[in-house]
């Protein structure tokens, strides 16, 4: 753990959504700190509330939902109550993004050059001139060939994978603090995702900036990420050190996530599964939001829902932790 | 029964229906319209057609507010003596019986065209959609008036009455089928490639059978909302078509016909000839608009 | 590139001979040119003189051709109504309505464009709310009834406008303009106001439509998440990537005002080729409307032609070639 204060805090965290049959809480009480230069993997399946943790970290939650209580600190500061155009400054220049599909996030009608140096030239004082060579340099660090010919390009005359370099060139522009990349690889070929991966772990930490790395690929994680968050229906389930997380898991839902990765070294006839599915967020269970599915359910878990509790290396929202109680 | 009627009034559709204003509105306008359109000869207090009861002393009299208005002709009369509230009753019937007509036939031929051309594929799928693209490019007045004109130069001075009806309908709805066609040829060929319409290939079911039965349901939404478009638009244009002289005869004037009577008077100082019909118009149009706006505001997922 | 321009001449040259073909077959077998022209009480023998003349007994595709190559020059024979030469009546006409759809083409994008950007950008305003309801009055107002009302109110009742005709013109070779007077532009106001309603209302719902859909892309979001001003956002980028559907859509609507003049030209009695075309059919002028329609069908082409080249020159995605995925 580093003994500087941490890039980013969520604390207790709730966004909700207002609709016209109710109110949904598509996150609850959720809370963590990602740390200067570390990669924090956020792990969990489709609806869990992973995507709508790092809009709403990088102030671009789209209505109906909003942030109904918590507070999102950046170096300490408050970033979660600033007006638009404060809000605006950070982005680019303290938190970049990078979103899932690299053809959709380019503007087709525009360069790659005229993106990226718009994107310079907002954050950074420099002039057009400057702001072009070090678009090259950019567009060269993310592993573009004939980058200083290519900075002339139109987005469709790139390859998938090309674009999504460019997309990390784009996010990183303004020498950000913190990235916040929603599944990265998700939309590109298998053959690219390691690449990209790779691409995106070496040129942060060559950088400095740490990263929130979203996905549902634990693979992806165990190989890249420092520390994981595996979320749940919009709670976090258990945080910790990727090794601690991955090879002991505290939570019996990561227990259940990894034996669910089939291995080469056991042979099985059948696949583990989990049983259930993630409930629908107008029909969270009380307590613990996992406990119709878990195979150590107690009494205790239908009616208490339990709080992130020290479990070794890592912590994990689990009664089965709780020190007080006798196993 | 009951069930089903509350579950129509709980769907989604029903609730934001009920949740606008706007669309409130806009139904209850039009049912007004409708009603006293279609029943106008229960509801006008005169029958502008029966020359008995039409009086020449009461020629030009101004609504019923104005000096000079008589409680008998609540908007006024007509140059003829005729009640003008009537007038402009059995016009609106006028308007929308032969605005509705084009559009239930534009309907039944894109729809269908469209289905055989999204469904099928290939040659004929290219030879409708060219076709349509081609009549696209030109606005339907154009070529409304062009049917108009050409049948109107065929067919012999006599005959031209009877036959003004169908020959209008069918001119404003040729005009109209290609934006059908093309709406759900998209759809079809989307539906194509779902499982269920594979599945029903396989058992056997007919290309008929499938495109009717299991195809058409799922492409209704946009059909519907482009059908409100163009009701609007086929009412106008029968308007401008019959204001043009080259609608309807003029032995049933719709509210077109009316206005263009009218507006001999303007500049007399007898608006109210003109300017009524006009106002029963620019209402029917406007809510029926209203209408379609906020269906296609409601059957568009994507909004919310 | 080359190949796109060729394809789409050849496209258009075959919409030309389609439209040729159905204004040949109005003009030679909807009604009998020669009783129309000759009357009921002619002789046999002047039937076939003039049958001959015209080359009435000659084969069919011959006389189309013969058709295509006199309406190539411009020669439709004599209007039927008038008996004056169909080209020479067109000409004249021509400039008025030329000058009524500029006019009101331009006052359709000048109005409609801006509103169109601003309802999009500022959904939940008061003035946005105002603009999108009038908007859908004035889809709802047929042209004819616009035209009425103004006429109404501006010539009637105030008395600052004129309702009739176009003024004062000047003569400029063989066109006739109604810009170089002030009593000509007087004459022009309503009517090009009344013409361009209809499409200034059609420009800003598509512009505000369009615009909206810009909005939710993901590159706009992804603009949003590199910090960039709301400026930049919404002109640099929203508003580029909408004009490039809607300049090609609304280059495509403009070719209907020249149609549209029909309905205005009529109210305000405008000296336009509209106004004959209106009266041809309701004499049943066949070689009026015959040549109408093969010269509005042409200016349709001209301008379908012009905005695919448009189309081709705003987006890079069809005019750069691609030179490979890497």
Same mark, same amino acid.
């Given at each position: 753990?580093?003994?500087?204060?941490?890039?980013?805090?969520?604390?207790?965290?709730?966004?909700?959504?207002?609709?016209?049959?109710?109110?949904?809480?598509?996150?609850?009480?959720?809370?963590?700190?990602?740390?200067?230069?570390?990669?924090?993997?956020?792990?969990?399946?489709?609806?869990?509330?992973?995507?709508?943790?790092?809009?709403?970290?990088?102030?671009?939650?789209?209505?109906?939902?909003?942030?109904?209580?918590?507070?999102?600190?950046?170096?300490?500061?408050?970033?979660?109550? #600033?007006?638009?155009?404060?809000?605006?400054?950070?982005?680019?220049?303290?938190?970049?993004?990078?979103?899932?599909?690299?053809?959709?996030?380019?503007?087709?009608?525009?360069?790659?050059?005229?993106? #990226?140096?718009?994107?310079?030239? =907002?954050?950074?004082?420099?002039?057009?001139?400057?702001?072009?060579?070090?678009?090259?340099?950019?567009?060269?660090?993310?592993?573009?060939?004939?980058?200083?010919?290519?900075?002339?390009?139109?987005?469709?005359?790139?390859?998938?994978?090309?674009?999504?370099?460019?997309? @990390?060139?784009?996010?990183?522009?303004?020498?950000?603090?913190?990235?916040?990349?929603?599944?990265?690889?998700?939309?590109?070929?298998?053959? @690219?995702?390691?690449?990209?991966?790779?691409?995106?772990?070496?040129?942060?930490?060559?950088?400095?900036?740490?990263?929130?790395?979203?996905?549902?690929?634990?693979?992806? @994680?165990?190989? =890249?990420?420092?520390?994981?968050?595996?979320?749940?229906?919009?709670?976090?389930?258990?945080?910790?050190?990727?090794?601690?997380?991955?090879?002991?898991?505290?939570?019996?839902?990561?227990?259940?996530?990894?034996?669910?990765?089939?291995?080469?070294?056991?042979?099985?006839?059948?696949?583990?599964?989990?049983?259930?599915?993630?409930?629908?967020?107008?029909?969270?269970?009380?307590?613990?939001?996992?406990?119709?599915?878990?195979?150590?359910?107690?009494?205790?878990?239908?009616?208490?829902?339990?709080? #992130?509790?020290?479990?070794?290396?890592?912590?994990?929202?689990?009664?089965?932790?709780?020190?007080?109680?006798?196993? | 029964?009951?069930?089903?009627?509350?579950?129509?009034?709980? *769907?989604?559709?029903?609730?934001?229906?009920?949740?606008?204003?706007?669309?409130?509105?806009?139904?209850? !306008?039009?049912?007004?319209?409708?009603?006293?359109?279609? +029943?106008?000869?229960?509801?006008?207090?005169?029958?502008?057609?029966?020359?008995?009861?039409?009086?020449?002393?009461?020629?030009?009299?101004?609504?019923?507010?104005?000096?000079?208005?008589?409680?008998?002709?609540?908007? +006024?009369?007509?140059?003829?003596?005729?009640?003008?509230?009537?007038?402009?009753?059995? +016009?609106?019937?006028?308007?929308?019986?032969?605005?509705?007509?084009?559009?239930?036939?534009? !309907?039944? !031929?894109?729809?269908?065209?469209?289905?055989?051309?999204?469904?099928?594929?290939?040659?004929?799928?290219?030879?409708? !959609?060219?076709?349509?693209?081609?009549?696209?490019?030109?606005?339907?007045?154009?070529?409304?008036?062009?049917?108009? $004109?050409?049948?109107?130069?065929?067919?012999?001075?006599?005959?031209?009455?009877?036959?003004?009806?169908?020959?209008?309908?069918?001119?404003?709805?040729?005009?109209?089928?290609?934006?059908?066609?093309?709406?759900?040829?998209?759809?079809?060929?989307?539906?194509?490639?779902?499982?269920?319409?594979?599945?029903?290939?396989?058992?056997?079911?007919?290309?008929?059978?499938?495109?009717?039965?299991?195809?058409?349901?799922?492409?209704?939404?946009?059909?519907?909302?482009?059908?409100?478009?163009?009701?609007?638009?086929?009412?106008?244009?029968?308007?401008?078509? *019959?204001?043009?002289?080259?609608?309807?005869?003029?032995? *049933?004037?719709?509210?077109?016909?009316?206005?263009?009577?009218?507006?001999?008077?303007?500049?007399? +100082?007898?608006?109210?000839?003109?300017?009524?019909? $006009?106002?029963?118009?620019?209402?029917?149009?406007?809510?029926?608009?209203?209408?379609?706006?906020?269906?296609?505001?409601?059957?568009?997922?994507?909004?919310? | 590139?080359?190949?796109? /321009?060729?394809?789409?001449?050849?496209?258009?040259?075959?919409?030309?001979?389609?439209?040729?073909?159905?204004?040949?077959?109005?003009?030679?077998?909807?009604?009998? %040119?020669?009783? /129309?022209?000759?009357?009921?009480?002619?002789?046999?023998?002047?039937?076939?003189?003039?049958?001959?003349?015209?080359?009435?007994?000659?084969?069919?595709? /011959?006389?189309?051709?013969?058709?295509?190559?006199?309406?190539?020059?411009?020669?439709?024979?004599?209007?039927?109504?008038?008996?004056?030469?169909?080209?020479?009546?067109?000409?004249?006409?021509?400039?008025?309505?030329?000058?009524?759809?500029?006019?009101?083409?331009?006052?359709?994008?000048?109005?409609?464009?801006?509103?169109?950007?601003?309802?999009?950008?500022?959904?939940?305003?008061?003035?946005?709310?105002?603009?999108?309801?009038?908007?859908?009055?004035?889809?709802?107002?047929? &042209?004819?009834?616009?035209?009425?009302?103004?006429?109404?109110?501006?010539?009637?009742?105030?008395?600052?406008? %004129?309702?009739?005709?176009?003024?004062?013109?000047?003569?400029?070779?063989?066109?006739?303009?109604?810009?170089?007077?002030?009593?000509?532009?007087?004459?022009?106001?309503?009517?090009?106001? &009344?013409?361009?309603?209809?499409?200034?209302?059609?420009?800003?719902?598509?512009?505000?439509?369009?615009?909206?859909?810009?909005?939710?892309?993901?590159?706009?979001?992804?603009?949003?998440?590199?910090?960039?001003?709301?400026?930049?956002?919404?002109?640099?980028?929203?508003?580029?990537?909408?004009?490039? %559907?809607?300049?090609? /859509?609304?280059?495509?609507?403009?070719?209907?005002?020249?149609?549209?003049?029909?309905?205005?030209?009529?109210?305000?009695?405008?000296?336009?080729?509209?106004?004959?075309?209106?009266?041809?059919?309701?004499?049943?002028?066949?070689?009026?409307?015959?040549?109408?329609?093969?010269?509005?069908?042409?200016?349709?082409?001209?301008?379908?032609?012009?905005?695919?080249?448009?189309?081709?020159?705003?987006?890079?995605?069809?005019?750069?070639?691609?030179?490979?995925?890497?």
């Amino acid at each position: 753990m580093a003994d500087s204060p941490p890039l980013l805090e969520v604390r207790n965290l709730r966004v909700e959504f207002h609709t016209r049959r109710g109110i949904l809480t598509a996150l609850d009480d959720v809370s963590f700190h990602i740390d200067r230069g570390e990669v924090l993997g956020v792990v969990g399946e489709s609806g869990a509330g992973k995507s709508l943790t790092g809009s709403a970290i990088i102030g671009l939650l789209e209505p109906p939902g909003r942030i109904a209580s918590g507070q999102i600190l950046l170096n300490g500061r408050r970033i979660d109550t #600033l007006n638009e155009e404060a809000s605006r400054r950070i982005r680019g220049k303290e938190i970049g993004a990078i979103f899932q599909d690299p053809l959709t996030s380019l503007n087709p009608l525009y360069t790659v050059g005229q993106q #990226l140096v718009e994107t310079i030239l =907002t954050h950074l004082p420099l002039t057009p001139a400057q702001a072009r060579k070090r678009a090259v340099e950019l567009l060269e660090a993310t592993g573009i060939p004939a980058a200083a010919q290519r900075i002339d390009h139109y987005p469709h005359q790139f390859s998938g994978g090309m674009r999504q370099r460019v997309v @990390i060139a784009l996010a990183l522009a303004a020498e950000p603090r913190l990235i916040v990349a929603d599944e990265p690889t998700t939309a590109l070929d298998v053959s @690219i995702q390691a690449q990209i991966i790779d691409l995106l772990k070496t040129i942060c930490r060559d950088r400095g900036a740490a990263v929130m790395l979203i996905t549902h690929d634990m693979g992806v @994680i165990a190989e =890249t990420a420092d520390r994981v968050a595996v979320m749940y229906a919009g709670r976090i389930a258990e945080i910790g050190p990727v090794s601690s997380v991955i090879g002991t898991p505290q939570h019996p839902y990561t227990r259940g996530l990894m034996d669910a990765i089939p291995s080469i070294h056991r042979s099985t006839e059948f696949l583990a599964q989990i049983d259930g599915s993630m409930p629908r967020l107008n029909a969270i269970p009380s307590g613990c939001a996992f406990n119709p599915r878990c195979p150590q359910r107690m009494p205790r878990c239908l009616t208490d829902r339990p709080e #992130l509790l020290d479990a070794g290396a890592s912590r994990a929202a689990c009664w089965l932790h709780d020190a007080e109680v006798e196993l | 029964m009951k069930r089903r009627l509350y579950q129509l009034w709980d *769907s989604d559709l029903a609730y934001a229906w009920r949740n606008s204003n706007i669309a409130v509105l806009a139904s209850v !306008m039009l049912l007004l319209l409708l009603v006293g359109s279609v +029943g106008a000869d229960w509801v006008a207090p005169h029958n502008p057609f029966d020359l008995a009861s039409i009086n020449l002393i009461d020629a030009l009299t101004p609504p019923i507010w104005m000096e000079g208005g008589n409680p008998l002709y609540l908007l +006024g009369t007509d140059s003829q003596g005729r009640d003008l509230y009537s007038s402009l009753l059995y +016009g609106m019937r006028v308007s929308l019986f032969i605005g509705v007509s084009s559009v239930i036939l534009a !309907m039944a !031929m894109g729809v269908v065209l469209g289905l055989v051309s999204g469904y099928v594929g290939g040659r004929v799928d290219a030879f409708i !959609m060219r076709v349509a693209d081609v009549q696209l490019s030109f606005p339907a007045i154009l070529i409304a008036l062009l049917i108009d $004109g050409v049948v109107r130069a065929a067919v012999p001075a006599h005959l031209l009455e009877n036959i003004a009806f169908p020959v209008l309908i069918g001119a404003i709805a040729l005009a109209g089928w290609p934006q059908y066609a093309r709406t759900v040829r998209g759809s079809t060929l989307v539906e194509k490639n779902r499982e269920y319409v594979q599945a029903a290939r396989v058992t056997g079911v007919s290309s008929s059978a499938i495109l009717f039965q299991h195809v058409l349901p799922n492409v209704l939404g946009p059909v519907l909302v482009l059908a409100t478009v163009h009701l609007a638009t086929a009412i106008i244009t029968e308007a401008t078509l *019959s204001f043009l002289g080259v609608g309807v005869p003029p032995t *049933s004037p719709s509210l077109g016909t009316l206005i263009r009577v009218g507006n001999d008077f303007l500049f007399s +100082g007898e608006w109210w000839i003109t300017i009524f019909p $006009g106002l029963a118009l620019v209402l029917l149009v406007l809510s029926v608009n209203l209408l379609g706006d906020w269906l296609r505001d409601a059957l568009n997922p994507r909004l919310n | 590139m080359v190949f796109f /321009i060729l394809r789409r001449l050849l496209q258009a040259v075959g919409v030309m001979l389609s439209v040729a073909l159905i204004s040949f077959i109005l003009f030679q077998y909807v009604g009998d %040119p020669v009783t /129309i022209m000759l009357g009921q009480d002619a002789t046999e023998q002047d039937r076939i003189e003039l049958r001959q003349q015209l080359g009435l007994d000659q084969p069919a595709p /011959i006389q189309f051709a013969r058709f295509v190559g006199n309406a190539l020059q411009g020669d439709f024979g004599l209007s039927l109504r008038q008996g004056q030469k169909v080209s020479t009546l067109l000409a004249e006409r021509f400039p008025a309505t030329m000058e009524l759809s500029v006019a009101a083409a331009g006052l359709a994008l000048i109005v409609g464009l801006p509103l169109g950007v601003y309802t999009a950008l500022n959904r939940h305003s008061r003035l946005s709310q105002l603009v999108l309801t009038l908007s859908l009055v004035g889809v709802s107002l047929p &042209t004819f009834l616009i035209g009425i009302l103004l006429i109404l109110v501006f010539a009637v009742m105030l008395g600052w406008l %004129p309702s009739y005709g176009r003024g004062e013109t000047v003569q400029l070779g063989w066109w006739s303009t109604g810009l170089l007077t002030a009593d000509g532009w007087e004459h022009l106001i309503l009517p090009a106001i &009344t013409l361009s309603l209809f499409q200034l209302t059609l420009i800003l719902r598509l512009v505000r439509s369009e615009m909206l859909e810009v909005l939710r892309q993901d590159y706009i979001k992804f603009a949003r998440a590199r910090g960039l001003t709301r400026r930049a956002i919404h002109f640099g980028h929203a508003l580029k990537n909408t004009l490039v %559907p809607v300049i090609t /859509i609304t280059g495509l609507q403009l070719g209907g005002i020249i149609a549209f003049a029909i309905v205005t030209e009529t109210v305000f009695q405008w000296p336009g080729m509209g106004l004959l075309f209106i009266q041809a059919v309701q004499f049943a002028d066949i070689p009026v409307m015959a040549a109408y329609l093969c010269l509005i069908a042409l200016i349709f082409v001209v301008i379908n032609l012009v905005v695919d080249m448009l189309y081709f020159v705003v987006d890079p995605r069809l005019r750069v070639a691609r030179t490979g995925a890497h």
